[in-house]
């Protein structure tokens, strides 16, 4: 494997991995947020607050697709 689609299978794997831990960090922020200040936690804010987990997971498992495909465009 050659520099161009290295480096671009580790942008994947890092941004993927970015998400994943942002997605995570806002979630357990909320819920931590609301148990301080005694509200009730909203499911639906609290998945809101993961969907940058759900989008970070399948660019993780499909991170060698999305590199060749950007290693393509950019050639």
Do not use: N
């Not at 794997?13 to 931590?32: E, K, N, Q």
């Amino acid at each position: 494997m050659d520099a161009p689609p290295r480096g671009a299978l580790i942008l994947v794997r890092f941004v993927a991995a970015g998400l994943i831990g942002l997605g995570c960090l806002d979630s357990g922020l909320y819920i931590v947020d609301c148990l301080v200040r005694h509200q009730t936690i909203l499911p639906w804010r609290a998945m809101l607050e993961l969907v940058p987990f759900f989008v970070g997971i399948p660019l993780l498992i499909k991170s060698r697709v999305v590199a060749d495909w950007i290693s393509e465009i950019l050639d």
